[in-house]
């Protein structure tokens, strides 16, 4: 690897860090300026004057907030991400289970719906303005037009509670055998499966629609090569940037985005997390869970940069 | 006939009736409705089945939950609460105490002090046994002025507490006929040692002990082998799915996933009910939708105006549109027949735009519209029945302006801080309880800031009355007090509504809180 490459990919990851700690501080000013009182959150509405004092005294909510900005980066950068205000549970170990179901879930649905649309991408544009690009077109732009929990509830209500294949409940344990949880979540991955198919698969198509017009396409062609050699082969590596960029964009979507589908299907993941902690005012735990959305996202759109640096060959073999 | 029962209940309750010969005596009465109903199921029922895994599918949980009784204010809190924990006394269906830690209660001559014998041979989950000391020091916890627990109001009037042998005394403040009523709180589950130690271990007396803790997800338990009770526990364990969507959990009871609702969108229950192998359950209860008007500020400060306003509502279009029907009116006092001493011949206010106008009239506002904050948080279709108040108000001329608030901050912001907003309230097991919570001019809670002296000392006289009939008739006269001179609106009582499968057998009516108040794992078997 040359020493340009690496240069602009060092200069990407300081960049990265930098954003992070700037989140960071936004994050922590967000949930300052949080409407009502933290105190009056936890209790709620049957909360007397006087138990609202006594908590509010106990979280040390009197403290100034730089300082209270400064103890919490210096907690979270010893990987101590404090306990929750509401029920005491370490943050840590309530965020790992359910992050880990939401990586679960958004994975699952990653497995299938990346190459599912780069395939139909490709399908498209071998057929295109032809039936099967109509077709595949039109199907998963209703998809992405429908409200994902209007299809959340038609599945539910089709495969859940007539037919009963699948689960309505998604609900997933610890210690729950592999299969058995595949099954549990086989709905929320089909609704999120059709809720990101179609920005990819549109993205697929146009990039590599794109590169067709160009003179070496053409040169391909007449050297007569199959059509679907030209566009995988020759095509398709000088689509990739922009393809992974929208990749990565929907995989962001699918870890920070769901609390929707999984409010549906009932899935303990962790947007459900996040906002019962907004709604409480629990504000360790909307910051650490704030930091680690922006984590997964600054994190995927690197990976998206670094990878359209390295397949640019302008870059690769300079002069 | 329901001044008789009623008349037994309090003899039972004060000591001097067993409660099996109330049971008795109340059987022979012939008593309809909800009354039988509990009664029956107590004397008549089949044979429980023992085992199997109940499943509950539960709104209103959150990730924030935690096992600790104090902190327990939403459904799904109350539900495990009730659960893992039990109470000194428990209310049944038709008001009579259950007597479960406790075995006996007993006043004192003056109704000051009250004497609850603790039933012995409890065990906690922990291996412990119950002592009086163990009941003191809960109830300490939550009555010291330093606790967070939603149950601190219920303690206030308390002036102090101790334990003589196998007993456990409280020495109210005032004279309170009511007082073993409050020990029925959910959050007074009584913990070892008063859960000093470790307020959210989840450790308690009851027929379920918790086996897994995940706040927001899921909730589960299994049968405590010790349990003191044979004729409750009849399941193997339980597990309860927090479902906050509400379509979310009528297609989990439809598909069969799990075996019990809770809240049913009433837009959905006639439904819902058509599905195979399920039934939609309707219990009349103690909530309430309401609109709260500031007595004391302005324009609220005028009592022709707040009389306009009341007039100027169409409770029964409400109950009809708002409830789909699953719900009663309301006359503007917090109290409806489900209460013991409820003076059923009270006038009962209705929609009436001429008058209403003429009040307005003579309340002399000077005609600029009135601001009614409202948002979904208040009650499921608030914003809706403030459009219903809207238009009834301005058929008879009086200007009313919705501004819709954010559901988020609106218990922060809105309640208890504007001058006249829609709320909700659960109810209470008595009218002292209720009327102390949020109509005493000093109470913390007082949401329409109604400071009536005449209202507040016919509460203290009734609140130590022990002549049933007097008593009555001084919250007949705090009722009147209240209808036609309090900030309340209250249009309608809302019913719970719920799903059970065929195969739960033993249901009973209880509407004093939802799912049976909460008993539904405790008392229910399946078939």
Not at chain 1, 82 to 111: E, H, K, M, Y
Not at chain 2, 103 to 116: H, L, R, S, Y
Not at chain 2, 244 to 249: G, K, L, M, V
Not at chain 2, 332 to 354: G, T
Request: aromatic share 8%; glycine share 8%.
């Amino acid at each position: 690897m040359n020493p340009l490459i690496l240069k602009i990919l060092a200069q990407r990851v300081a960049l990265s860090l930098l954003l992070l700690f700037l989140v960071s501080i936004l994050i922590f000013l967000g949930t300052q300026i949080l409407p009502g009182d933290v105190a009056q959150s936890i209790l709620g509405r049957s909360a007397t004057p006087q138990a609202l004092e006594n908590l509010r005294q106990e979280l040390g909510l009197n403290q100034p907030a730089h300082t209270r900005y400064l103890n919490w980066l210096g907690g979270v950068l010893r990987g101590d991400l404090g306990t929750s205000l509401t029920n005491g549970r370490d943050i840590a170990q309530a965020i790992g289970q359910r992050l880990g179901n939401t990586l679960f879930l958004a994975g699952c649905a990653a497995i299938i719906a990346v190459p599912l649309a780069i395939f139909l991408g490709l399908i498209s544009v071998l057929y295109r303005n032809r039936w099967p690009d109509k077709l595949i077109s039109g199907l998963s732009l209703a998809a992405i037009s429908v409200p994902e929990f209007l299809i959340g509830y038609v599945l539910m209500f089709y495969f859940g509670v007539m037919l009963g294949w699948a689960p309505s409940v998604s609900m997933v344990t610890e210690g729950m055998p592999f299969l058995a949880r595949l099954q549990a979540i086989a709905l929320p991955v089909a609704v999120l499966v059709l809720v990101v198919l179609a920005h990819m698969m549109r993205m697929t198509r146009a990039a590599i629609l794109n590169v067709m017009q160009s003179a070496y396409i053409e040169t391909a062609e007449l050297k007569g090569l199959g059509m679907f050699r030209i566009i995988w082969r020759h095509a398709f590596p000088n689509a990739i940037a922009p393809v992974v960029n929208v990749v990565m964009l929907n995989l962001a979507y699918l870890v920070v985005g769901v609390v929707v589908v999984e409010v549906v299907f009932v899935y303990p993941g962790m947007g459900q997390f996040l906002v019962d902690h907004v709604a409480k005012r629990d504000v360790p735990v909307v910051q650490a869970c704030g930091l680690i959305f922006a984590s997964v996202y600054i994190l995927l759109n690197m990976v998206a940069d670094i990878v359209a640096i390295i397949a640019n060959p302008r870059l690769r073999h300079p002069k | 006939m329901t001044d008789e029962l009623q008349r037994l209940a309090r003899l039972t309750r004060l000591g001097g009736m067993s409660r099996r010969d109330f049971l008795g005596r109340a059987s022979a009465l012939g008593i309809g409705a909800v009354a039988a109903n509990g009664l029956l199921a107590g004397v008549a029922r089949a044979q429980p089945v023992q085992g199997g895994v109940l499943k509950m599918g539960l709104g209103g949980g959150e990730s924030t939950n935690s096992l600790d009784p104090a902190a327990a204010l939403s459904q799904v809190p109350f539900h495990f609460t009730r659960c893992f924990g039990e109470t000194l006394v428990d209310v049944n269906a038709d008001g009579s105490l259950d007597y479960r830690l406790a075995e006996a209660v007993e006043p004192g001559a003056d109704a000051k002090t009250w004497v609850f014998r603790i039933r012995k041979g409890v065990e906690f989950h922990d291996g412990k046994t119950l002592t009086p000391d163990d009941v003191l020091a809960t109830m300490r916890r939550h009555s010291d002025e330093n606790t967070k627990s939603g149950a601190l109001g219920v303690m206030q009037g308390i002036a102090d507490m101790r334990v003589d042998g196998d007993n456990f005394i409280i020495e109210s403040t005032t004279a309170n006929a009511d007082l073993p009523y409050l020990m029925s709180t959910y959050q007074l589950a009584i913990q070892p040692n008063g859960g000093m130690d470790d307020p959210a271990a989840g450790i308690g007396t009851g027929a379920y002990r918790v086996t897994a803790n995940e706040p927001g997800v899921r909730h589960v338990f299994e049968k405590f082998a010790n349990y003191w009770d044979d004729s409750r526990g009849h399941f193997e364990g339980v597990e309860m799915v927090v479902i906050n969507d509400a379509t979310a959990r009528n297609a989990a009871l439809q598909s069969g996933q799990v075996h019990i609702i809770n809240k049913v969108d009433p837009k959905v229950a006639a439904l819902l009910s058509r599905a195979p192998g399920l039934q939609v359950k309707r219990v009349a209860g103690r909530g309430h939708n309401v609109f709260v008007m500031h007595c004391d500020t302005a324009p609220f400060d005028n009592a022709d105006l707040r009389m306009a306003l009341k007039l100027a509502v169409n409770r029964e279009e409400m109950v009809e549109k708002i409830l789909q029907g699953y719900g009663t009116v309301g006359n503007d006092i917090p109290i409806n027949a489900a209460y013991p001493l409820f003076d059923a011949d009270l006038p009962q206010r209705v929609y009436d735009p001429e008058q209403a106008a003429e009040f307005y009239k003579k309340s002399g506002h000077d005609g600029t519209p009135i601001v009614l904050r409202t948002a979904e948080a208040a009650f499921p279709g608030a914003v809706d029945a403030a459009q219903l108040f809207q238009q009834s108000a301005a058929a008879a001329g009086i200007p009313i302006e919705i501004k819709r608030e954010p559901d988020d901050g609106y218990w922060s912001e809105v309640w208890n801080k504007q001058p006249f907003c829609a709320s909700y309230w659960s109810g209470r097991p008595v009218q002292d309880q209720m009327y102390s919570t949020g109509y005493l001019s000093t109470a913390d809670w007082n949401d329409t800031r109604f400071n009536n002296a005449e209202f507040d000392r016919l509460l203290v006289e009734a609140r130590g009355e022990l002549d049933q009939d007097k008593r009555k008739q001084l919250y007949s006269q705090m009722a009147m007090i209240l209808r036609d001179d309090g900030g309340l609106i209250l249009p309608m009582f809302n019913d719970f509504v719920e799903g059970v499968r065929d195969d739960v057998q033993g249901w009973e009516e209880n509407g004093v809180l939802e799912l049976m108040n909460g008993l539904s794992p405790s008392k229910c078997w399946f078939a």
